[in-house]
C-alpha cells in the first residue's frame, strides 16, 4: 500500500519525503540535493505527508470495498 501511495505522489514530493523519511537526510541535505530552498523542502515534506495520508486512505478504503463486494 505505501509503495502504491508513495507512486502516486508528484515527483517533488516523493523525491523529499523519501529523502527525509527513508533516508534520514537533514532539511538542509535534502535542500542541497534536490537544489531548491530549504523552505521549499519544508513545503514539500509537509504537503506531501498530507498528499501521502490522503491516498493511503484512498487506497485502504479501494481494498476494504473489494474484499466487501
Known amino acids: ?24 537526510l537533514a532539511y538542509k541535505d535534502i535542500a542541497r540535493i534536490t537544489d531548491v530552498p530549504i523552505g521549499t523542502v519544508m513545503s514539500r515534506l509537509a504537503r506531501g505527508r498530507r498528499l501521502l495520508a490522503d491516498s493511503l486512505r484512498a487506497i485502504s478504503r479501494a481494498s476494504a470495498t473489494k474484499v466487501g463486494e
Open 1 to 24: 500500500m505505501l509503495n502504491e501511495a508513495l507512486a502516486a505522489l508528484p515527483a517533488g514530493f516523493r523525491e523529499a519525503l523519501i529523502l527525509r523519511e527513508m533516508e534520514d
